[in-house]
């Protein structure tokens, strides 16, 4: 078996992806925080989007399954909070793969200062911004809901954290 | 670092998360518009998702796992104010508490933030970052119902004076509050009631609703020492019904 490197077990998480947000891998999410091996030991340090999101523990059984398929055995997860898990952490490869998949991504977080920059989110279908906001919560802790005029469709955006 | 003093502390604050995230899960399906229901639903699962980081922060520090402490303790262990086990009533009552209680917890974990137990500080910082949605949703109704129509402000009226000697229940001392002070851990419950009246009147201004002068308000207290009212128990049953019934169920 060939060594196991930090960039193998990237490369790997890679693979994984959010639960519920099929496009988006772990990594490109942003919420896996640090990697280290130690010989054939392996510890990852992950952080969740929201402290609530029940996913976390989905991602944690994918995570260990997938590197016992590819000969990792000794793996040790830790969740902490320690680097907290911000919007801006989704990479851009991320961010246009959310696009892709029709949810709108996270405006840059140091622009949310009020409901104001939610209320004019940029549609992923047209691209414009003639929107408006319909809900802070939705169908999971981390998107909105919205509804573009031009479109005439609800559309839903990762919220800004 | 005084450990009764932290574990008073981390259970209070997760006792009020569990609690109220409990009775905003009990809008779930009968929200008074759907926006509302999923509002409500969200924030009952942060809520709850928060007090579980707080319980597990607990289990390190010795306590029993989450949900032993969670659904098998009994009523007079909770350590939750009674402001947050107090029934839903209409919803003109859930969201002047929802606005009261978010406006607290938001500013005791920003003052959390800078606490000397790092492992506090680093969770409460994320939570913060998440409890702007709630004050935010809070803040947007209580300014447009506030001064809406005449049903809408006295309905507000009314809860919020029924309300309010229990919002002051949150800051019940604990007997810590000195050590937790000198050690750095957490400010205290007086600059958080202080910092609180402030907020509070701020948003008030913005409407029609009439706030009493503080000092003519009687304050309810018992939460944070296992004196509930009536209506813990029941919730409790409830919330613990399923672990009752079939302790080794999985879902």
């Given at each position: 078996m060939s060594e196991i490197t930090t960039q193998r077990v990237y490369e790997l998480l890679a693979?994984?992806?959010?639960?519920?947000?099929?496009?988006?891998?772990l990594v490109d999410l942003g919420v896996i925080t640090a990697v280290t091996v130690q010989g054939d030991h392996v510890i990852i340090e992950m952080t969740p989007t929201?402290?609530?999101?029940?996913a976390l523990e989905t991602m944690q059984n994918e995570i260990r399954e997938l590197l016992v398929k590819n000969g990792i055995n000794k793996i040790d997860i830790e969740v902490t909070y320690r680097k907290p898990w911000t919007s801006?952490?989704?990479s851009e490869k991320g961010k246009q793969a959310l696009k892709k998949f029709g949810l709108a991504p996270p405006p840059?977080?140091?622009?949310?200062?009020?409901l104001d920059v939610l209320e004019h989110a940029e549609c992923p279908?047209?691209?414009?911004?003639?929107t408006e906001l319909k809900?802070?919560?939705?169908?999971?802790?981390?998107r909105s809901i919205h509804y573009c005029n031009d479109c005439r469709e609800a559309f839903e955006q990762f919220k800004p954290l | 670092m005084h450990l009764p003093a932290i574990k008073e502390l981390l259970y209070k604050i997760a006792d009020d998360q569990l609690i109220l995230g409990h009775r905003n899960s009990e809008?779930?399906?009968?929200?008074?518009l759907l926006e509302e229901d999923i509002a409500f639903s969200s924030m009952a699962q942060d809520k709850i998702g928060q007090s579980l980081a707080l319980y597990t922060i607990l289990q390190q520090l010795g306590e029993p796992p989450p949900d032993t402490v969670a659904f098998m303790?009994?009523?007079?262990?909770f350590h939750n104010c009674i402001f947050v086990e107090?029934?839903?009533?209409e919803y003109d009552f859930s969201l002047v508490r929802h606005f009261l209680y978010d406006t607290g917890i938001a500013i005791r974990f920003e003052m959390l933030?800078?606490?000397?137990f790092q492992t506090l500080a680093e969770l409460s910082t994320k939570i913060k970052g998440e409890l702007r949605y709630h004050t935010l949703h809070a803040n947007t109704w209580i300014k447009q119902l506030g001064s809406a129509t005449p049903e809408s402000i006295n309905r507000l009226q009314t809860s919020l004076e029924y309300a309010l000697p229990f919002a002051l229940?949150?800051?019940?001392?604990?007997?810590f509050e000195k050590d937790l002070a000198e050690q750095g851990i957490f400010d205290g419950e007086k600059i958080l009631q202080e910092r609180w009246q402030k907020k509070i009147g701020e948003v008030l201004a913005q409407t029609r609703l009439q706030l009493p002068p503080w000092n003519t308000i009687e304050i309810a207290t018992g939460g944070r020492v296992?004196?509930?009212?009536?209506?813990l128990q029941p919730l409790l049953d409830e919330m613990s019904e399923v672990l009752k019934i079939d302790p080794s169920a999985e879902w």
């Open positions: 693979e994984v992806s959010d639960p519920e947000i099929p496009v988006l891998s929201f402290v609530g999101c029940p801006d952490m989704i840059s977080r140091q622009l949310f200062i009020d279908r047209c691209g414009k911004t003639n809900n802070t919560f939705g169908p999971t802790l981390c | 809008w779930t399906g009968m929200g008074p303790r009994q009523g007079s262990e107090l029934p839903n009533g933030t800078s606490s000397s229940g949150m800051f019940e001392e604990s007997p296992g004196k509930h009212s009536e209506h």
